[in-house]
């Protein structure tokens, strides 16, 4: 019966170390990664309820017409603000129209807001506010970004604290996904 030696033992040992060590240092790599993916998710969803209680009869304050939708600010980078446009129909969060407000957490944060203007085919980022509204009967989505002016599309980029990126996409179709930003990293 043949041992190991005391070499093979610590070249083992060595071999083990190493793997273990690149295994770990991904994992938290992954694991940030879902992380974002699953805020934009989260986000996404956020949206979708907006759409959904637009579209429904969802009551708010005794009013059964009131469009719904989502509000944006980058001044506001860890909340984002669900709301009834109710108070003052004119498409945009007022106060009074607060549905609910919605806190990013763990370091994450909306790092920039993005549109393709309805008269323009070229995307614009830095923008400040966007708000979407979705008003029955219809699931199209009325996107105004700093105030008044409309777009065809909005995209919020989400940030992770190492600096990783996720968006998610809402078309003035109604459409709402989560989108790849791996060109801005």
Same mark, same amino acid.
């Given at each position: 019966?043949?041992?190991?030696t ?6 083992v040992?060595?071999? *083990? ?6 295994? #770990? ?11 974002? =993916?699953?805020?934009?998710y989260?986000v996404?969803?956020? #949206? ?5 209680f637009?579209?429904?009869? =969802? +009551? ?11 509000h ?9 603000? #669900?709301?009834? @446009?109710?108070v ?26 993005? $549109? ?10 830095g923008? @400040?506010?966007?708000? $979407?509204v ?5 699931? @199209? ?10 777009? +065809? ?8 604290? =190492?600096? @990783? ?12 996904? $989560? *989108? ?6």
């Amino acid at each position: 019966m043949r041992a190991f030696t005391l070499i093979e033992m610590l070249v083992v040992a060595g071999i *083990v170390t190493v793997v273990s060590g690149i295994m #770990l240092a991904n994992y938290a790599n992954f694991g940030g990664a879902i992380t974002l =993916r699953n805020l934009a998710y989260d986000v996404a969803l956020s #949206l979708r309820e907006a759409q959904t209680f637009g579209i429904s009869v =969802r +009551q708010f304050e005794g009013q059964f017409t009131s469009g719904y939708g989502m509000h944006i600010q980058r001044s506001s980078p860890t909340t984002y603000i #669900l709301f009834a @446009d109710a108070v003052t129909p004119n498409k945009r969060y007022d106060a009074g129209e607060l549905v609910d407000s919605i806190s990013i957490g763990r370091g994450f944060f909306i790092s920039d807001l993005c $549109v393709i203007p309805a008269s323009a085919s070229t995307e614009t980022c830095g923008i @400040d506010r966007i708000d $979407v509204v979705f008003e029955r009967p219809e699931p @199209d989505a009325r996107i105004l970004y700093n105030e008044t002016a409309t777009a +065809q599309s909005a995209r919020i980029i989400l940030e992770s604290p =190492r600096g @990783d990126k996720a968006g998610v996409l809402v078309e003035a179709s109604g459409q709402i996904s $989560v *989108v790849n930003t791996a060109s801005e990293q």
